[in-house]
């Protein structure tokens, strides 16, 4: 697990593009703590920081291959190196390391871009020929690990992160379009970035440069849903064999292995087979909090003592947390407006101390059906049917409820449900997931988007039935662009890998290929899912219904972040920004702090923003 970064840029000083290619690669430090590396070949550069998981002795990188044509610098890991090895080995190949990274170099040497095709792992590398004088890049089918590039005037640049994109690349600008998009979604989707010049490789997409030209192409996509199991008791043992199989091969280390565990479905059945899998005794990690509304310990507690791990909790106060929001919203390459980024942060802190991975359930919600806002669609579209008076009822429903800061605002439930009962069915999900409404920019944004700029985004059409459609927009554009950029970040933040056996390649096309209809019955969140894996959680557990790993945002804003917010929402600053009209968000404010409108979303996302631009000097 590392950080990869790189130019090629034909007719510029070698020893210009290496002592750019180790500028970059120095501020992936975090990324990688435990080595460097930098090289130079003809009009290419490539620069690695190195996290030491595989191979320690000998899986420096960038590597070369013995003909001297293919050079690699690669972040990730491949689960199937062992296997994939010997393979080569009958192939005719030679190895002289036992990484992972050498098995993906022969790899490419033997087959080209056919070897995407052969790597069961988390990946983004990107390979150099210097005969032929090409680059090719690729990442993984579900976007774990990231990849952004730059392409004009002569230069192709890339990176794990934007902040080393902008050492080879300095006058990136921000992109309106993009910032538009980030204050309906929270976070930017792909392939956008945050800066115009910049863009994401997408999750499951190659790319070849060649000739001063980059062409990036899919190589993989989720399979369709088809007809449901007729014995839903084999389709259950299937999964146990391929959710086994996955926590086995992730077990796979050669540093200090644990893993996350909240006490949700997810990670209880991760950490109990993880437990079954291991040697010795297994290693969990949870974070609590003092405030009882948002304390998940009882629950750790119960499934570390089910699946008989040895577990380590820290108790914080979430208050206290809300002090390092400023940081840890700087922290990231772009803003991303997840609550939960605070205590992943720490929660991966904590685990570091004690371990380099960490294994997580990360990817069960999208796969089988995890989260509220899915049968919500499902009502949405049933009363929809009800036109104007049904609107109507929920409106005057609405104007009875009470707005609350704790975990649930009731009010602001029903509004952005009525939101998306009025909502034709491919912004549905779309409208329960967004924090301002995009009819809203019109109001906040001092130049909003045109007509031919949608910053909410729609689920897009396919096969199946909505509540199919949903759960591939979760799989193919909420995980990758919102959970799996908040783990990446915040574990490398601190040097720590975290690995999700939900999101192996057999599980996702297993489930993918399921109906949501057998999934979820009924609409009946991880219906399926609890029958299959019940086994492996304490009845505790079992029994209860899905938490986010959420901080008190609501009370924060109206509390003790309610200085920094009126300090980023300041007139002042916001005419020297140039982008919001100071009286809408003066407005969104006085809402909130009177409890007038629960305005947590919106405010959440302004303020992450805000904080992200003020660290870039905006």
């Known amino acids: 697990m590392c950080g990869i970064a790189g ?90 390391t036992a990484s992972d990274t050498e098995v993906i170099l022969n790899a490419y040497a033997r087959h080209g871009s056919a070897c995407l095709d052969l790597l069961d792992g988390m990946f983004a590398f990107a390979v150099w020929d210097g005969r032929e004088k090409t680059l090719f890049a690729a990442r993984d089918r579900l976007g774990k690990k990231p990849f952004y ?47 115009a010049g910049a863009a994401k490789l997408p999750p499951g997409c190659c790319l070849t440069w060649r000739a001063g030209e980059p062409r990036v192409r899919p190589y993989w996509t989720p399979p369709e849903p088809g007809e449901a199991p007729r014995d839903p008791g084999e389709a259950g043992e299937r999964l146990r064999e391929l959710l086994g199989a996955a926590v086995r091969k992730r077990l796979v280390s050669d540093v200090p292995l644990g893993a996350f565990l909240s006490g949700g479905l997810d990670s209880t059945v991760v950490a109990a087979l993880m437990a079954r899998e291991s040697t010795g005794p297994a290693r969990t990690f949870s974070i609590g909090f003092r405030e009882p509304s948002y304390d998940e310990t009882p629950f750790a507690r119960a499934a570390a003592e089910f699946a008989g791990t040895r577990h380590s909790v820290r108790v914080l106060d979430a208050a206290s947390c809300a002090g390092m929001v400023r940081e840890v919203a700087a922290g990231f390459d772009e803003p991303l407006a997840d609550p939960s980024i605070v205590p992943t942060s720490l929660l991966s802190a904590f685990a570091r101390e004690e371990v380099t991975v960490a294994l997580s359930g990360d990817g069960a919600d999208e ?51 009525r939101q998306a009962v009025a909502a034709p069915e491919e912004r549905r999900l779309p409208r329960l997931l967004m924090a301002f409404a995009p009819e809203a920019l019109e109001h906040v944004l001092l130049q909003p988007p045109g007509p031919d700029h949608d910053p909410l985004g729609a689920v897009e ?69 609890k029958q299959a894996l019940g086994r492996w959680m304490p009845p505790v557990v079992r029994r209860r219904g899905k938490r986010g790993f959420l901080m008190p945002v609501a009370g924060w804003l109206a509390g003790s972040l309610g200085d920094l917010l009126r300090g980023q929402a300041s007139p002042e600053r916001l005419r020297r920004q140039g982008l919001f009209r100071p009286e809408a968000l003066e407005r969104l404010l006085r809402e909130h702090e009177s409890g007038a409108v629960d305005r947590r979303e919106e405010l959440w996302t302004f303020l992450v923003l805000q904080l992200w631009l003020e660290s870039r000097g905006v």
């Open 149 to 195: 590039y730059h392409h004009g005037g002569g230069l192709f640049a890339f990176a794990s992160e934007l902040e080393a994109l902008r050492a080879a690349v300095p006058g990136l600008s921000l992109d309106p379009s993009s910032v538009a998009a980030f204050l309906c979604r929270k976070c930017v989707p792909c392939p956008a970035t945050i800066y």
């Open 7 to 96: 130019m090629v840029q034909p007719g510029r000083d070698p020893g210009e593009l290496r002592e750019t290619a180790a500028r970059m690669a120095a501020l992936l430090a975090h990324r990688g703590p435990d080595g460097s590396g930098v090289l130079a070949d003809g009009p290419a550069a490539l620069a690695h920081r190195r996290l030491t998981v595989i191979d320690p002795a000998t899986g420096a990188q960038p590597m070369t291959d013995p003909t001297g044509r293919y050079s690699i610098v690669f972040n990730g890991e491949i689960y199937n190196y062992r296997e994939l090895r010997e393979r080569l080995r009958a192939e005719g190949l030679a190895f002289a």
């Open 367 to 417: 796969l089988f059906g995890g989260y509220e806002h899915l049968p919500a669609c499902v009502w949405a579209g049933r009363l929809a049917l009800g036109g104007a008076p049904v609107l109507a009822a929920l409106r005057g429903l609405e104007a009875l409820l009470p707005v609350s800061r704790g975990y649930v605002s009731p009010r602001h439930v029903l509004d952005r449900f």
């Open 461 to 529: 059409p396919g096969p199946g039935s909505a509540l199919d459609r949903d759960l591939r927009h979760y799989l193919t554009r909420y995980l990758p662009d919102y959970i799996l950029t908040k783990v990446d970040r915040c574990s490398m933040r601190h040097g720590l890998e975290v690995r999700s056996p939900f999101l192996d390649t057999a599980v996702v096309e297993f489930a993918a290929r399921l109906p949501a209809s057998f999934k979820m019955p009924g609409a009946r969140r991880k219906r399926f899912m």
